[in-house]
């Protein structure tokens, strides 16, 4: 009994004192924001992972449609992929060939180069916690009229166009896809999907695209670099149906080398807030008809040189672009225009407590895909 009792706490005591440690080499923990500090201070995430689901704020609100009773756990074991007939053990089969409510996980480190676009279904999970992921230098992903995903802890780079293409999809239906820009994460006519801790760099066309009637997003966390058009928010100006989107982009870090689209919204609404902008070189916020946005509580760092304006107003008339809170380095301008109503209007689930802007460094200090190991805080 007594030997049994002191290698116990022995073991609780070396706990605390890694656990210790793990906070020191972090000081970010110290800090959190309203997303992390919901799951990231559980040194047991790795094993209660649909904790996250219920951390997502903003327009995508409690992604409580993922977890629970029906979930299968999928764990990915090989990189390697098959457009047309998954493997077992692929993150292709994952997404596609396992029915109804799936969270995909993956069991080691891997690179994955997609060899065509990758299909997601609804219900769907992807963690990549717990192993460093990189999805690159061929197919992305695509979101295709489904509904409640969550997107976590992967890195997304060097995405390829891909030319049109048959590939298998949700439920095991091979899809005729046409052709693809190469865009990191694509929603199309996609609702309630979450876009937390990822980091997106070097993509031939976008990094996020969210279009044709997409609605309740919210794209968190995520660092974007090194890239000419970040974030569409809406494609078509003729595509009206996109006046009820929806989005909000919370806690980003945006640059360096990001050129425009930060993001660039089409007649639906933004609630931008919270998110680091270091530099921009044509604009960092834009939009066209009738585009909603309101800018809360970011810090803009102006670049250098060049052009100190935040916002662009693009086609059509009646932009609404208000700053509230918003804090401006560097020289940096914010053209306040319209006399439109800009409240988010968000329920009980999606709202959030907004940060001031003195303190935004240190809520996107951790921006972009986590580095979580088993038995450590993420
Ligand atoms: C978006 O979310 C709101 C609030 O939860 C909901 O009422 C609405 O139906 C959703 N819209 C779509 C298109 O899913
Ligand atoms: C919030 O409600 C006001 C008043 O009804 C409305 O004018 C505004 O468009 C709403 N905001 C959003 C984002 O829908």
């Not at 007939?85 to 690179?111: A, C, E, H, S």
């Not at 439920?171 to 609702?191: C, H, K, N, P």
């Not at 604009?283 to 946005?293: E, H, K, L, T, W």
């Amino acid at each position: 009994m007594v030997p049994r009792l002191f290698s116990q706490l022995v073991v609780s005591i070396l706990l605390a004192i890694t656990m210790d440690m793990t906070m020191a080499r972090k000081p970010g923990l110290a800090k959190l924001n309203a997303i992390d500090s919901c799951w990231r201070r559980n040194p047991n995430w790795i094993e209660q992972r649909e904790q996250l689901a219920l951390c997502s704020v903003g327009f995508a609100a409690k992604m409580k449609g993922n977890i629970g009773e029906g979930t299968t756990s999928y764990v990915v074991t090989d990189p390697s992929d098959d457009p047309l007939n998954p493997k077992p053990g692929t993150l292709r089969y994952g997404t596609t060939m396992v029915r109804g409510k799936v969270w995909i996980t993956f069991q080691k480190d891997m690179t994955i180069t997609l060899q065509a676009t990758l299909l997601v279904g609804s219900l769907t999970t992807i963690d990549g916690r717990g192993a460093i992921i990189h999805i690159a230098r061929g197919g992305c992903l695509l979101l295709h009229k489904v509904h409640d995903v969550i997107i976590h802890g992967l890195r997304i780079h060097h995405c390829r166009s891909q030319p049109a293409h048959k590939v298998m999809g949700p439920g095991a239906q091979l899809m005729e896809l046409s052709e693809m820009d190469g865009d990191a994460i694509r929603l199309v006519a996609s609702t309630k999907v979450w876009i937390d801790h990822n980091t997106l760099y070097k993509c031939e066309d976008g990094l996020i695209d969210v279009t044709l009637g997409s609605n309740n997003v919210t794209i968190s966390n995520n660092w974007f670099r090194d890239h000419d058009k970040v974030m569409l928010l809406g494609h078509d100006d003729a595509f009206e149906a996109d006046k009820n989107m929806k989005v909000t982009v919370v806690y980003n870090r945006f640059g360096p080398n990001c050129n425009q689209r930060m993001p660039r919204v089409r007649h639906g609404y933004a609630h931008v807030v919270n998110n680091l902008y270091l530099g921009w070189r044509l604009y960092a916020i834009g939009g066209s008809m009738s585009p909603s946005i309101k800018s809360e509580s970011n810090l803009f760092v102006a670049p250098k040189s060049t052009n100190k304006e935040i916002t662009r107003q693009m086609n059509g008339k009646q932009w609404n672009f208000k700053s509230v809170g918003d804090a401006l380095e560097n020289g940096a301008t914010f053209n306040t225009v319209g006399t439109g109503f800009v409240k988010p209007n968000y329920t009980d689930e999606q709202t959030f407590p907004v940060e001031k802007a003195t303190v935004v460094r240190q809520l996107t200090r951790s921006a972009g895909a986590l580095r979580c190991r088993r038995g450590s805080l993420c």
